[in-house]
């Protein structure tokens, strides 16, 4: 992987986490070395194990498989987005009912 693909992985958790921080959660980038529940791409109170990525063409079902494997029993999300558009967040439709009613 290209320097500059890391640079980019990193300044978006770090993205990630400000916009977290901003809607009240307590977030920082988290310390990635191996992978799992121990290490999410962003440490924070929000309620799902984040996967981030800032990429072109993603490829989601290996990411949110991903995010999956590395969340064990809690809930999983990825949060992404491409060049010059806002994040989304892909996750089980299951996950998000409980936060509508």
Do not use: W
């Amino acid at each position: 992987m290209p320097i500059h693909s890391k640079n980019k992985g990193a300044s978006f958790e770090r993205e990630v986490a400000q916009i977290l921080r901003e809607a009240g959660f307590d977030a920082r980038r988290g310390c990635q070395f191996s992978g799992g529940a121990e290490s999410p791409d962003v440490v924070s109170n929000f309620p799902f194990h984040i996967e981030a990525k800032r990429v072109e063409k993603l490829n989601l079902d290996k990411a949110l498989e991903q995010s999956k494997k590395d969340a064990g029993k809690n809930k999983f999300c990825v949060i992404h987005r491409k060049s010059r558009q806002a994040p989304m967040i892909t996750c089980p439709l299951e996950f998000i009912l409980p936060y509508l009613k």
